[in-house]
Each structure stands twice: as C-alpha cells, then as structure tokens.
C-alpha cells in the first residue's frame, strides 16, 4: 500500500508539470480560440535565454528572471503585431498554420542566439525526498516535485480569478467567444492579444524552468507541449481548472500504469491467450490512449466549454 | 451629430458596395436605413462603426463627421469611448459568458466605478427586466429575443449617445420585434439616445422612426420623414406591398420591374 501511495503522489506531482505547460495553451486558448503550437517552443525559449542570461552576464537568479519575463513580454507584443494584426478576423486554420511557423522561428531563434548545447539550470531545488514526510509516513515525496506543485497551483488560482472577476479577464473570453462582437463593444484586440501572449509567456518561463532545472535546457524542451496535448483533451481547451485536473489525472495514471498495468496485462494474456509480450515502458503512450478514448466519450473535455447549437 | 457625406466602400479592392451614400442622423432621432438584401445598409453601418477594417472592407471616398469632426478613421474602440455603439446584425452575444457578463463587457472602454457600473447595469434590468431573470444563465442558451436585449443591453452599457442597430427584428416574432422596438422609443425619448436603424422590416420601422432612407444597390434612392415614406405610393409598392389597388397579384411583376428601373 506504501508503494501505492508513493507511486500515485509521484504521479500526480508529475501531472502538475504537465498542467504547467497545457496552462499556456489553455490562456491562448481561451482568448483567441486557437490552438497554439509555438507553446512548446515557447517554454523552450524562456528556459534557454533564462540559462543563457544566467551564463553570459553571471546574472542571480532574482536578476534573470525579470529580464527573461521582459523578453517574453516583448516577445508576446511582437508576436501581436507581426502574426496576429494582419490576421484579424480570419478563419482559425489560419491562425493555427501562423502558429505553426512561429514555432519553428522561435526554435530557431533561440538556439541562433544561445546555442545548441544542453545546459544544467539549477534553481536550488533538489529532487531529493523531503526528511519529514519520510520519517513520519515512511514515503519518498520529492522535494522538487512538491514546490513545483505548489507553484502551479498558486498559477492557477490567480488566473482563474483573472478571467472570472476582472475586466480585462472578461474581455479575453469574450474575444475568444466572437471577435466581431468584441471589436464592437470596443475591446481593442490589440492590446488584448498582446496581453495574454504576454500572460502566457510567462506561463512558459515557469513552465520552463521547472522543466529545465529537471531535465535540462535543451531542445527536447519543446516536446514536453505534446504531454499537454493529452492534458488538454481530458481537461477541457478552455479551462484553467481543466489544466490542472487534466494533468492530475494524467500524471497519476501514467505512473500507476507504467507500475502496475505490465504485470498484470502479461500474465492475464499468458494465462488466457498463451501471448508472452514485455509491456514495460506503458508510460510513453498511456496517456495518448487515454486522451482518445476520452475524445469519444466527451469531446469538450471534463471542464471545456459545451458547444452550442441553437436549433 | 452625424454626418455620412456621399461615401464609397470597396471591398477586397475590387468589390464596389457603396456608390455615394450620404445620410444625417440629428441629435435625439431615430432614423431608418431601409432596403432590401444586400442594398448596403450593414455595410453603411459598418462604415460609421470602422468595423469594416476587419472585413477587408474600405472607405473609398466622402467622409464620416461625428460632432464635427471626421471619424472615419478612429478605431472601433475609440469610437465606442466617444458614444457610437454598433449592435451588429444577429446579435453577436457572447455565447460562453452569462448574460451579465456579456452586459459588462459592455462597459470594457469605460473607466467608472464599480458602484457607478453596478447603477448602470440595474438600468439596463429596469429596460430589459428578462435580462434580470436571465442573468446567470449562459447567453448562448437564451432565446432570440433575450440575445437581441442582450446585444442592446450591452451597448447600452458603454452609455452611448448613438446606437447603430442593425436588423434587430431578425428572426424574431412580431410580438417580440415590437417589444423591442417599443423600448428602442423609449431609450430615445428617456436616454436621449440617437438611433440609426438598419431594417427589412419597413413598416414596423418606418412606425418608430422620425425620418428614413431607402437604400438600394449602393445609393439612397429614397429619404424622407417617416409619415411621408409610409405614405408615399412607390415606398407602398415596392416595400409595404401594397397598392393603391389593394395587393398585388403576381401577374403583375413585370409592371413592378419597369417601375422599380427609375429608382435604380
């Protein structure tokens, strides 16, 4: 049972890692109604020109991550005015493929200027288990697991009071809902769109920090959007509670299937069926399996926006 | 107060929608833009409002006076901060936020208080007293009418001096359309909001308005004040249906036609 526990903890520690990164999509999302691919490539970018700040100037901390925000802010206005701007009132594909292009500049971008090596990123974090718990409990909690879920979850919480009580939050959603209409009741969509890219740059630098002081700064940095992907189908594309329940759900899951499901798959096929197949590393497409079959039973995800029809 | 001194809009560049249009609107009035489908009165609307950008579409020529001075290339933002509100055709709620939610959308440019919104939005509840009931419920789920109340409600909320409101009776029943038109007069008589009002539906308009302009194929063909169009024999014809004769039969089409090149 202690095993169970450990794995499950682990497990829904991870998946808050995952929500970290489906809460960019999520803001992008929920404001502009489209899905942004250059997510992944974002999160990349901030942990790369945070290492690099880091490296170059022997910058602090405290005094890289300002000017990483500052980049990413920046980065969230350009993007407004170069991509976005010329592409008002287009059809979604459209803004997707745009997207997509971002992506490969950004990728690009960030290894023209700092490099292509991997790097360490130490935040002063260790992985290591937290004494307390395990002498009273007798389970490995990460240390570094645990602050990265309680930053998430302090993430969360201030977004969702952002977009259901404030102005400027209603005005996202209402953007998302109907550009048009929007313009009309005088949002400038302008201002609007450079403030969730900007909101959802910093979403990345987090994302990518945590990430990258895991696994290192490199450019697989960009794959850990598509752990998102299945995040987002089970949570819902438009919610930031989705983000968090999704990974949740993700996370614990993947780590109890990986622990559990080889073993008990391969003696049920050789008692029953006479098969012998090694199901180890379960882990690396449990959760696409699980998202598809999702898709079928609820398609909006636990939390996403019901799609109305008026009939 | 506003002025649309014979505009020109093109769309895509190439596509010629408006072909000299001028019309006023006066301070306090209600004024009618009729015509059938694709005559341009959304687009004229659009014109005033600069919403026309985001459609590739563009003022070509003339200009659009507001108070006295050119609007037509302030943002639509702007505008709506100076008091002109467009109400689109199809009412174009929010469909994911409450009915609330989207009337507070409504006040997005304004910078009052929260107790001055709060008074505003209990305004809006007196008008629209469904709104009130409604008010939780997602917009996309409300009925056609409580969009429509919505959409006006929400213009309202930017405290306006003049509404541009588009086909408001569309896909509504007659009940209802007259409803809404009923607190349209009233928001003139009480707010002082002017009305420039895009509508198919000619006679029900032309019973609210003080002064009309029939548009057809890109020009205003037609204008006068509103006792004089309903009154007037072509106006009869052509948009009420009716004839001196009493209805028309079908026979009579071609008659129709030849009467109906002089307009054009």
């Keep these: ?311 | 107060m506003l002025a649309i001194n014979n505009i020109e809009v093109i769309y895509d560049h190439v596509i010629l929608v408006l072909k000299g249009v001028s019309l006023e609107v006066p301070q306090g009035r209600i004024v009618a833009l009729l015509g059938g489908n694709g005559a341009g009165k959304t687009t004229t609307l659009k014109a005033i409002s600069n919403l026309l950008r985001s459609e590739r579409g563009e003022v070509t020529k003339g200009s659009i006076e507001y108070k006295g001075e050119r609007i037509d290339r302030s943002s639509p933002s702007e505008l709506v901060r100076r008091g002109v509100v467009q109400v689109m055709e199809g009412r174009h709620c929010f469909q994911h936020l409450t009915v609330e939610e989207n009337l507070l959308t409504g006040a997005f440019t304004r910078s009052a208080s929260r107790a001055q919104i709060a008074q505003d939005l209990e305004k809006v509840y007196a008008y629209f007293p469904r709104l009130k009931v409604r008010r939780k419920s997602q917009s996309g789920y409300t009925s056609g009418g409580e969009q429509q109340m919505t959409a006006i409600g929400r213009a309202l909320m930017a405290q306006p001096n003049m509404i541009l409101l588009d086909e408001p009776s569309m896909g509504l029943a007659p009940q209802v359309v007259e409803e809404i038109f009923e607190i349209v007069k009233d928001l003139n008589s009480k707010e002082g909001v002017s009305f420039l009002l895009a509508e198919q539906n000619t006679m029900v308009a032309l019973r609210y308005a003080n002064y009309g302009y029939i548009l057809e194929n890109g020009r205003v063909v037609m204008e006068g004040d509103a006792e004089n169009l309903r009154t007037n024999e072509d106006v009869k014809e052509f948009y009420l249906g009716l004839s001196s004769a009493g209805r028309k039969s079908f026979r009579d089409a071609k008659h129709y036609r030849r009467r109906k090149r002089w307009l054009a």
């Design chain 1, 1 to 311: 049972m202690q095993f169970f526990f450990e794995v499950l903890i682990g497990g829904l520690l991870a998946g808050v890692m995952y929500s970290l990164v489906a809460l960019g999509f999520v803001l992008i999302y929920k404001a502009s109604g489209v899905f942004n691919f250059a997510q992944g490539a974002m999160v990349f970018l901030a942990a790369l020109t945070f290492v690099g700040l880091q490296e170059k100037f022997g910058l602090p901390l405290w005094g890289a991550f300002p000017l990483t925000l500052g980049v990413m802010v920046l980065l969230g206005i350009g993007i407004e005015r170069v991509v976005l701007r010329p592409l008002v009132n287009q059809p979604q594909i459209t803004l997707f493929m745009a997207t997509i292009g971002l992506a490969f500049f950004l990728e690009g971008v960030a290894q023209l200027v700092w490099g292509t090596e991997v790097r360490r990123l130490d935040l002063g974090l260790q992985d290591e288990p937290i004494e307390s718990v395990m002498e009273r409990f007798n389970l490995l909690i990460s240390k570094f697991d645990l602050v990265a879920a309680l930053v998430a979850g302090l993430l969360v919480a201030v977004l969702a009071v952002f977009f259901n009580k404030t102005r400027i939050g209603r005005a996202l959603r209402a953007v998302a809902d109907d550009h048009q209409a929007a313009l009309a009741v005088g949002i400038p969509l302008k201002q609007i769109w450079a403030i969730v890219w900007s909101v959802a740059g910093f979403v990345a630098l987090v994302a990518g920090l945590l990430w990258g002081a895991r696994n290192g700064v490199q450019f697989a940095l960009t794959f850990v959007a598509l752990k998102a992907l299945p995040v987002l189908i089970l949570g819902g594309f438009e919610s930031v509670l989705g983000a968090i329940v999704g990974g949740l759900i993700i996370g614990a899951s993947e780590k109890l299937a990986e622990v559990y499901l080889p073993s008990l798959m391969s003696d049920f096929l050789l008692k029953h069926y006479d098969i012998s197949i090694n199901l180890a590393g379960i882990e690396g497409w449990f959760a696409y399996m699980l998202a598809l079959v999702f898709l079928l039973v609820r398609p909006e995800g636990l939390f996403g926006e019901r799609h109305i029809d008026r009939v």
